[in-house]
DNA sequence: ACCAACTGTGAATCTCAGG
DNA sequence: CCCTGAGATTCACAGTTGG
């Protein structure tokens, strides 16, 4: 398959391969998101040692060794590239990493036209200690979120980030621990697969985040394929690449054991930007306001009535809910959902009340 | 004094002017450490209001505005060519940043030849939200520590980090507050001075860790002088350059109303490296430990006894504490003053116990 | 069965003075 | 400059063993 660029994607399916000549066989502006664990060049020297003398077991494939920060740049715009290209336009990308790669990253997106959103940084719950008294203990990654251009229209569960942190805005810090356990997949000698398997929490908050069901995800360096199960697990579509035939073999079966949510358990908290739009004017039309009411602001500064067209009338000044909200208070802009309140039953409510009850009706 | 070199450092003063002209007047290889705060190239878009309206105070100052990244990235280069020259061999460097501007400074910096210890988080306490909801809070800065090359033989405080950490080792992410209230810099109108005056806690943190008493620091943007002001607090010497004469003056202000800790206030966790070198046949000569004693492991597993060289001897073994010590577990090393144990008064002790003794004895 | 003690391990750029 | 050898250095968990 390799440099045939398919028509039809290959969905839910693990490709074994090179990324970079692997995503040049897909279509252009077809993925709605990428997350990449790409290798973070570590440049270990020799062996280290716990204090108790054992071996602190490194790094070490070849995987991670390139010669030089030059060749591991030419490597990073490459696949960054091709990353770009089969992005859609409103499309996100993550990659993650430490200091021995992230800002080579993080320039290369810059540079390449992506539009940085947010840098997140993963503290881990249980690093590995510094056993040299040398340094800071090294207690995090780096995650850099970014939209494929600055004009990009991304996706973004906001009120799904607030509600999972106890209803205040999801904070750039995420403090998460380490995969271990029965969720690190082992080989037959009981080590550890791979060496830098991500725990599915990290993947979970990231998709959660920048995905919605049935979104197409890509992972050009899939591994173990934890991007994958979690994404079937929340009912997206994804395409894996990976180089090593046995970390290909081993998250296909990890993949195809992962149980799916149904849609019912799928529901997040819906953005406000998200709910049906209301025309004011609807709510004329539909009789749950009528021509000439006096609707007036909070603290009854002042005042507009309403007009067939739905606008608002002051006596020279005429306009929607928000220009009248604005041009009363010489403020740039205003909700005039939140800002007008009308007297019902007796009661002065906010209009936004009025329109609430018609999505309720609008609903099935 | 533009470009003339001078041979005595301007120490304990605010030079104001460009940094990288003045940068160049100062003798290489003559800074311990420099704390840099560069501009963060924030392209910030027009104003930005909170949902109440009220006008967001951004940074929006003459100085923090660039053509381009590739603007931004020369003048980087050029100020950090001059930092790394001015520095010693075992100095470090300190650069304050966000997803605006680390990644390029990160980059930089490994191109340059520094070597990257740590990349530090700031977790903010009281971070700004996000007005819009359209990202993740952010609610962190990014510090990168690098020593000048990877050969240096910079200055860690490891004790007194752990210290400061419950007596566990000092992590990557440091979570403290920003600078408000009565720290923060006031103009005669009661606005904020700078526009982002960092607070003292994270330079105290900075410089306690990095620095020695005596040590010079340089800051190249040194704004209001919150590194010049802890600096001169925790009796480090100080160089500041800024190029803003407002500043300049306020910050003179300020440093010289800051009171400096008395010497016994300065006293810190000594790292063991620095302790004074006992040599083990000192203990024998001093008659701590006579000829002939026999010494064992924490766990009784192995012993040795005492040569009058000093040496210890197994049947045809010989050898340091340190050596016998590894060559008896098969280790690659041993620490002998922790590994072997002695019988004091019916009671097995350490052998750091008795050298403990020897320093308290010879210290005056 | 239950708890305490022990063992293993994680994306790691992990020493330095003195001859 | 290089080489030698003293000697400094670990946190949070998970899993297993032993009492």
Redesign the pocket.
């Known amino acids: 398959m390799s440099g045939a660029v398919v028509t039809t994607l290959p969905l839910d399916q693990i490709l074994c391969g090179d990324c970079i000549e692997t995503m040049r066989g897909l279509p252009s502006a077809s993925i709605d998101c990428i997350f990449a ?18 071996l ?5 494939d070849e995987w ?1 060794k390139f010669k030089s920060f030059a060749d591991y740049d030419n490597f990073s715009k490459a696949w960054l590239i091709e990353a770009r290209r089969i992005l859609k336009k409103d499309a996100t990308l993550w990659v ?5 790669n992230i800002f080579r990253l993080g320039v290369l997106l810059q540079d390449l036209g992506f539009w940085v959103l947010n840098d997140i940084i993963w503290r ?12 800071f ?2 207690a995090h ?1 780096t995650l850099i979120w970014a939209a494929r251009s600055a004009d990009s229209r991304y996706r973004f569960n906001y009120q799904a980030m607030k509600a999972l942190n106890e209803d205040v805005q999801m904070r750039s810090d995420w403090y998460l ?6 969720e ?1 997949l082992k080989n037959k000698h ?3 697969l791979h ?4 725990p599915e929490s990290l993947l979970q908050r990231v998709l959660m985040a920048s995905t919605d069901v049935s979104d197409i995800v890509l992972d050009p ?1 899939s591994g173990t394929g934890t991007t994958l199960a979690v994404a079937r697990k929340l009912g997206r579509r994804f395409i894996g690449i990976e180089r090593h035939p046995d970390y290909v073999v081993a998250a296909k079966e990890r993949v195809a054991a992962e149980e799916v949510l149904t849609p019912d358990k799928l529901v997040i908290t819906p953005d406000k930007r998200e709910a049906p739009r209301i025309p004011f004017g609807s709510l004329v039309e539909r009789g749950l306001l009528s021509v000439g009411t006096v609707l007036m602001d909070k603290r009854k500064k002042v005042k507009a009535t309403i007009a067939l067209d739905g606008n608002l009338v002051n006596g020279q000044q005429r306009g929607s809910i928000h220009k009248m909200g604005a041009m009363l208070t010489n403020a740039p802009s205003c909700n005039g959902w939140t800002f007008w309140h009308v007297k019902i039953d007796g009661q002065w409510q906010e209009l936004d009340v009025l329109r609430n009850k018609l999505i309720q009706e609008l609903e099935p």
């Open positions: 664990d790409p290798p973070y060049n570590l440049q270990l020297q020799g062996e280290l040692r716990r204090p108790d003398e054992s602190v077991d490194g790094v070490n991670d993650i990493g430490s200091y021995h881990k719950s249980n690093p590995m200690p510094n056993f040299r008294g040398r340094r203990t090294n990654e621990p380490l995969c271990t356990g029965h690190r009981g080590l550890k060496p830098t398997q991500k360096f």
